[in-house]
């Protein structure tokens, strides 16, 4: 079968490989769709990051490795131990993979695990194939009444929505978010499902304001006008939260110094390298930095996927604005390139096998 191998910096190849043999407690899935993520371009601009080079302790993975963590598709195989799939239904993969037995796994932590990997990242099986196989407990349910595509922008919406619980928003506080890409324009919808009253979008890209904008956000362009002056005047200090989604050093100061004080920030982004920051901008005002990591899995396999495809469903969220474009297999290398291009309209695109 046909599927894209990452050998390494700003080398992806579309390949012929083997398909996966399907143990006892697996499945197969027959992929549907699968999304290009922000982590994939900075393993393509910078890596290897997380890609591992030496075989993961855990998975025995490395690369060249099959990627893709964003996806979904109908099952095709189950293995002889699976009974709670069955041939034919719709899933979304949660890619985590966890141990089970360390401090963190045993707490009901397993995101945080000491050993994590992810399909697609550390873990073979990701989606930028025309199939998948996956260990049962990966796969999340999915409504007949969600369109499979849709379904692979389950995973980025559930970053979102972790994002959002770590921040503790509550109705009425206001809201800064510093980068609008698929996390960024996810938040943004999540943060005013949540009740967020003020909330301020910073992107430099036009086409990523104007879908801000369509979402209710008072969008600045950051290399037009100061985003900090004008949240700041605009919100009597600044906001009651901030989210940096851009992984740049610029947005991770801004999105500090934007807050009021006593305010929170909520890191989202990976970053490719350090960057420099002045600890009295947190120290002296007594504000707070969260980070976050992904979302939930193990027992509490996908509370934050199944929030999602609950809001999904109930028609709460609007995923098509994500979406920039759909292409093949054979185009993946080339939908690198246009997501890395700064004068790219591009936000989100789909893998359709």
């Given at each position: 079968m046909r599927a894209v191998l990452y050998h390494g910096r700003e080398d992806v190849r579309v390949e012929e490989v083997d398909s996966t043999p399907l143990g006892p407690g697996d499945v197969r899935i027959d992929v549907e769709a699968a999304g290009i993520c922000g982590s994939d371009l900075h393993e393509y601009a910078a890596g290897p990051i997380f890609m591992p080079e030496d075989p993961h302790p855990m998975t025995g993975a490395s690369?060249?490795?099959?990627?893709?963590?964003?996806?979904?598709?109908?099952?095709?195989?189950?293995?002889?131990?699976?009974?709670?799939?069955?041939?034919?239904?719709?899933?979304?993969?949660?890619?985590?993979?966890?141990?089970?037995?360390?401090r963190y796994c045993t707490a009901g932590q397993q995101h945080l695990c000491a050993s994590i990997a992810l399909t697609g990242v550390s873990a073979n099986g990701g989606g930028f194939a025309e199939q998948s196989?996956?260990?049962?407990?990966?796969?999340?349910?999915?409504?007949?009444?969600?369109?499979?595509?849709?379904?692979?922008?389950?995973?980025?919406?559930?970053?979102?929505?972790?994002?959002?619980?770590?921040?503790?928003?509550?109705a009425g506080d206001s809201v800064a978010v510093f980068g609008a890409g698929p996390i960024g324009l996810a938040i943004t919808?999540?943060?005013?499902?949540?009740g967020a009253t003020d909330l301020f979008v910073s992107e430099p890209r036009d086409a990523r304001r104007e879908r801000a904008a369509d979402l209710g956000a008072t969008t600045v362009d950051p290399t037009d006008t100061a985003p900090i002056h004008r949240i700041k005047r605009a919100?009597?200090?600044?906001?009651?939260?901030?989210?940096?989604?851009?992984?740049i050093e610029q947005t991770y100061n801004d999105a500090i110094t934007s807050t009021r004080?006593?305010?929170?920030?909520?890191?989202?982004?990976?970053?490719?390298?350090?960057?420099?920051?002045?600890?009295?901008?947190?120290?002296?005002?007594?504000?707070?930095?969260?980070?976050?990591?992904?979302?939930?899995?193990?027992?509490?396999?996908?509370?934050?996927?199944?929030?999602?495809?609950?809001?999904?469903?109930?028609?709460?969220?609007?995923?098509?604005?994500?979406?920039?474009?759909?292409?093949?297999?054979?185009?993946?290398?080339?939908?690198?390139?246009?997501?890395?291009?700064?004068?790219?309209?591009?936000?989100?695109?789909?893998?359709?096998p």
């Open positions: 690369i060249p490795l099959r990627m893709g963590h964003e996806f979904a598709g109908r099952i095709m195989a189950v293995g002889d131990d699976v009974t709670e799939h069955a041939v034919g239904d719709p899933v979304v993969v949660n890619p985590i993979r966890y141990c089970g037995s360390c196989v996956v260990p049962a407990e990966s796969v999340v349910p999915l409504p007949e009444s969600i369109p499979l595509r849709l379904g692979a922008l389950v995973e980025p919406f559930s970053v979102a929505l972790h994002a959002v619980r770590q921040a503790d928003l509550t919808q999540l943060a005013r499902a949540a919100t009597d200090g600044g906001t009651d939260i901030a989210f940096e989604v851009a992984g004080r006593d305010g929170t920030v909520v890191v989202v982004s990976m970053f490719e390298g350090p960057v420099e920051t002045h600890p009295n901008t947190v120290v002296m005002a007594e504000r707070t930095i969260e980070g976050t990591m992904s979302y939930t899995a193990g027992d509490r396999n996908g509370s934050e996927f199944r929030s999602i495809i609950k809001l999904l469903d109930d028609g709460q969220l609007d995923p098509e604005q994500l979406i920039t474009d759909t292409i093949l297999l054979e185009a993946v290398p080339e939908g690198f390139e246009s997501l890395r291009t700064p004068e790219s309209e591009q936000i989100k695109i789909l893998v359709e």
